[in-house]
């Protein structure tokens, strides 16, 4: 297949393209995980086990209106939820769930389980609230200011693919904003201060997604840009920063998609010893190590 950069592809387009068969691309998150867990991997992906399958989860909900938000995108698909509903057991407004008896109010007939089902996009007051403020401590710095004030002109959701030529599997990145000929970046709301950023891209593979996400990006288009990721803290303080990570760090991302792409064209799904050392251990470097105790 030749490189292909496909513009402003939903995120529903894009994870009913990514897999294992026929027509279907590997994306950094499978490769994430084939590194760490080569049976959980098989188990989801090859089985398609319902059981290891993920489901939407609140944080990520936060995240795609926080993305849309920040990126002027139409926001009419989302909903407000109540803060309070209706139990007719109580017979008194009570913190909104979809527990028996709960209703969106006392003369309403639609329990809140079927209106939460029927408002797959819902969004807090609260939450609206952080996204807002969210904005304005990016701006607080020249690098954050720039990078609101491009999202307009950016490309978004920005969808390269290409043949890696090591294993010839297809592979495909979904790149939140692209700032073309400055900077590419992913957007973050993170529930831990800033300081703690270097732990969770560890934890979250952020290094294995800086390091896939700039050499796709060059691989498509012809150009090494810097990557970054802007990161938005959901509590604490609120701060809202762009950060890029170590290129030692970035460097040891890059060892570990590579080898996930080798182990999965050799179809080696075999577990990791319980007793020995994974590959991610042995090649973190010792500066890190020594940040990562620091933090914790």
């Known amino acids: 297949m030749k490189p292909e950069l496909i513009l402003d592809m939903t995120e529903k387009e894009y994870h009913a393209s990514s897999g294992i068969g026929k027509d279907k691309f590997v ?34 909900k936060f995240g795609r209106y926080v993305e849309q938000y920040l990126f002027g995108d139409d926001l009419s698909n989302w909903s407000t939820r109540p803060e309070k509903c ?23 007939t639609i329990p809140t389980s079927v209106w939460t089902a029927e408002h797959p996009d819902i969004i807090k007051d609260e939450e609206v609230q952080i996204a807002e ?90 150009e090494v840009l810097p990557f970054a990721f802007a990161i938005g803290e959901v509590k604490g303080l609120k701060r809202a920063r762009i950060r890029t990570l170590p290129p030692l760090m ?22 990791y010893d319980a007793n020995e050392t994974t590959p991610q251990e042995c090649e973190l470097p010792a500066y890190l190590l020594y940040q990562l105790e620091g933090e914790q």
């Open 27 to 60: 994306t950094r998150s499978m490769l994430g995980l084939m590194d760490k867990d080569p049976p959980m991997f098989k188990y989801r992906y090859i089985d398609n086990d319902p059981f290891c399958q993920i489901e939407d989860s609140e944080p990520m």
């Open 86 to 108: 209706w139990s007719r057991n109580k017979k008194e407004w009570v913190d909104w769930n979809n527990g028996a008896g709960r209703f969106v109010s006392p003369y309403c």
């Open 133 to 222: 403020f969210m904005k304005k401590r990016f701006e607080e710095t020249a690098l954050g200011k720039f990078w609101i004030e491009q999202l307009p002109k950016a490309q978004k959701q920005a969808v390269c693919r290409w043949k890696d030529k090591d294993t010839g599997i297809n592979c495909q990145i979904r790149i939140d904003a692209v700032i073309p000929g400055s900077l590419i970046t992913d957007l973050k709301s993170s529930g831990s201060p800033l300081e703690k950023f270097t732990t969770s891209a560890l934890a979250y593979d952020y290094h294995t997604q800086h390091a896939m996400y700039q050499d796709g990006y060059a691989e498509v288009v012809g």
């Open 250 to 271: 970035v460097d040891h991302g890059r060892l570990a998609y590579k080898r996930a792409l080798k182990r999965l064209e050799d179809g080696d799904y075999s577990p």
